[in-house]
Nanobody
Framework: EVQLAESGGGLVQPGGSLNLSCAASGFTFSNFAMAWARQGPERGREWVSSINPGGMPTFYQDSVKGRFTISRDNAKNTLYLQLTGLKTEDTGVYYC????????RGQGTQVTVSS
């Protein structure tokens, strides 16, 4: 059974930073591309970033390029997303997924950007 557990969200001011993590279990993590998606009050559900099994290449939605960095540690079965230069429109629940399988997501972690 695929299990994904996101953590690291919180409340930050505009311009702030957060580091999200996603612990994976129930499948061979190193064999799969992984992704981050978010669901926010203004923009609905959208894919944010993805990373191939070996760590490259990576892909980013235009609105987060240069601000977010995706990475993974296959030895630890963990996916990461570093968020910097946060904007209010980045507010939402962030989910990690196995590939682009929305159904595989965990419970999510809330990111709130507000002054």
């Amino acid at each position: 059974e695929v299990q994904l557990a996101e953590s690291g969200g919180g409340l930050v001011q505009p311009g702030g930073s957060l580091n999200l993590s996603c612990a994976a279990s129930g499948f061979t993590f190193s064999n799969f591309a992984m992704a981050w998606a978010r669901q926010g009050p203004e923009r609905g559900r959208e894919w944010v970033s993805s990373i191939n099994p070996g760590g490259m290449p990576t892909f980013y939605q235009d609105s987060v390029k240069g601000r977010f960095t995706i990475s993974r540690d296959n030895a630890k079965n963990t996916l990461y997303l570093q968020l910097t230069g946060l904007k209010t429109e980045d507010t939402g629940v962030y989910y990690c997924t196995r590939g682009l399988d929305w159904g595989s997501r965990g419970q999510g972690t809330q990111v709130t950007v507000s002054s």
